[in-house]
């Protein structure tokens, strides 16, 4: 069975940073990318990455967030860095093995997703 599993979020002083790690069973994924999904909005793209290392990041988040992936172990980590309150949300992994577009919610695999909370 194909697993996704998210960790490290947490609460967090606005400014802080947090690092989020996903593993995924398996052989290694084409595309692995961070959604998240705050209270009464629609899930949203924050950033991908391919296996070759093409990355993107949705212009919210540029700067402050990097996303990278070890395909080895297949996970994908996501530093996030000056976090502020409106980062608050659910984060959520996504992976696909075909090469998705990277802005959509059409990946094939989800995790159940990490709270991440950061305060004023």
């Known amino acids: 069975q194909v697993h996704v599993v998210e960790s490290g979020g947490g609460l967090v002083q606005a400014g802080g940073s947090l690092r989020l790690s996903c593993a995924a069973s398996?052989?290694?994924?084409?595309?692995m990318a961070w959604f998240r999904q705050a209270p009464e909005k629609e899930r949203e793209f924050v950033a991908a990455?391919?296996?070759?290392?093409?990355?993107y990041y949705a212009d919210s988040v540029k700067g402050r967030f990097t996303i990278s992936r070890d395909n080895a172990k297949n996970t994908v980590y996501l530093q996030m860095n000056s976090l502020k309150p409106e980062d608050t949300a659910v984060y959520y992994c996504?992976?696909?093995?075909?090469?998705?577009?990277?802005?959509?919610?059409?990946?094939?695999?989800w995790g159940q997703g990490t709270q991440v909370t950061v305060s004023s």
């Open positions: 990455i391919r296996s070759g290392g093409s990355t």
């Open positions: 398996g052989r290694t994924f084409s595309t």
């Open positions: 996504a992976a696909d093995y075909g090469a998705t577009d990277v802005y959509r919610r059409n990946y094939a695999y």
